[in-house]
Every structure is written in C-alpha cells, then in structure tokens.
C-alpha cells in the first residue's frame, strides 16, 4: 500500500512565523502535490514537483514555497504565516510521469494548522 | 472560473437506499474522471475512476456514470450505509502534469 505520511496533524503557529510542512511518501512515486482544504472550496493545487528540484505553481501559489530535495520528500514552506493561511494542507503522490492523464493520487492524512 | 462543480453541497439518504452524488465540468476535451472520499481529519482516499472512453464504471457497490455530451458525472451507491457518510469529491485530470482539479464536495449523510 501507498503510505504518504505528514509531519504534523495539528500545528499552531503565529502571524509572521515561517511555517515548514513536511511530506513523505515510500512507493517512489514521480509526482507530488500540495493542497489546501477550506469549507465550501474544495482542494485547491499550492504547487506540485515531477521530479527532484522540480516545482510547478499550482492555482494559488501566492504566499507559499516548496523543496523538493529527495524524491520521496517535499516540503511546503510558508515565508511569513498569515491568518488566512489558516487551513488544512493535504500532501498527495502520484506515480505516472508527468504528461499521463490516468492520474491517481495518494494522500497523506493532512495538517490542520491554525494561525493566530 | 469552475471547471469542475458539485452543485449539492449535502446530501442526507437512508440507510439501504441509493446516494446519488452528481458533478459537472466544462472542458469536453477532459479525459479522465475520479471520486475520492474523505472523513474528517483524514486525507482523501480513491475510490473509482473513470476514462472518457467508457460511460460506466462499476465497483462493488460504488458505480460511476459518465455522460460526455452533457459533461456530467455521477455516483452511485447502493446500498448506502452509514459507513458511506463523508465529503465526496470528484476530481478530473485536466491534461497538465498529471494535474487533478477538484470540485467542491458533496457531504453525504447516511441516516439509520
């Protein structure tokens, strides 16, 4: 079975902070994924990696960064936490190259992190 | 602009009947479909997928229908059971780098 795992499942941080979420996934997977979860929008791409040291903005990219140093690590990082940054992050992995469209991804079981 | 939209955002059906849960997208030239379910404090878990060259796709108790030229999808479970309550999302690989593009979610609440 796939296993994405998260470092943290709840995180509290404050305005101002730089946040660091960590993801890691054990089946070799090419692809990985940052979503955010909020009522009523759904999941929502932050960015994505085909490959190590590769990164591709998602759709609201603003405010985040991402690492990709290892293939099966990548990290989401916020430069200088805001409350309306307050949500749960999801991490996903997929395995086929970039470019396939039989597309499924695994996920990780989320961070909810709360900024005052 | 909502490529992919679930208009229901809840949805309440007894235990043993049929939940039907709809999506609708607006590219007809997406070729690739999926449903993940999701519990609170979890991530989403696949559940069944569906490509353009099929219109149905069945699994278990779960059944997905694909209607191209309404641009519409749909699940179905039957029998519901209250196992089944959680945030339904249909999702669609939009042809860039293995891309997923989410719709909203529907909550599905399966009464005894």
């Known amino acids: 079975d796939v296993k994405v795992t998260q470092s943290s499942r709840y995180l509290v941080k404050r305005t101002g902070e730089k946040v660091f979420l960590e993801c890691v996934q054990d089946m070799d997977h090419e692809n990985m994924f940052w979503y955010r979860q909020d009522p009523g929008l759904g999941l929502r791409l932050i960015y994505f990696?085909?490959?190590?040291?590769?990164?591709e903005k998602g759709d609201i990219p603003e405010g985040y960064s991402v690492s990709r140093e290892k293939k099966e690590r990548f990290s989401l990082i916020l430069e200088s936490a805001s409350t309306n940054q307050t949500s749960m992050y999801l991490c996903?992995?997929?395995?086929?190259?970039?470019?396939?469209?039989?597309?499924?991804?695994?996920f990780g079981p989320g961070t909810r992190l709360l900024v005052l | 602009d909502q490529q992919v939209k679930q208009n229901s955002p809840s949805l309440s059906v007894q235990e043993g009947r049929i939940s039907i849960l709809n999506c609708d997208y607006t590219?007809?030239?997406?070729?690739?479909f999926l449903w993940y379910k999701k519990y609170p404090a979890e991530g989403p878990t696949f559940l069944i997928s569906i490509s353009s060259i099929k219109d149905k796709n069945e699994d278990g108790r779960f059944t997905v229908f694909l209607n191209k030229s309404a641009k519409h999808l749909s699940l179905h479970i039957v029998p519901s059971q209250p196992g089944d309550s959680a945030v339904y999302f249909c999702a669609v690989n939009t042809g860039t780098a293995s891309k997923l593009t989410f719709g909203t979610g529907t909550r599905l609440q399966v009464t005894l």
């Open positions: 996903a992995s997929s395995l086929f190259p970039s470019g396939s469209t039989q597309e499924t991804q695994y």
């Open positions: 990696s085909y490959d190590v040291k590769m990164k």
């Open positions: 590219n007809s030239m997406f070729d690739y």
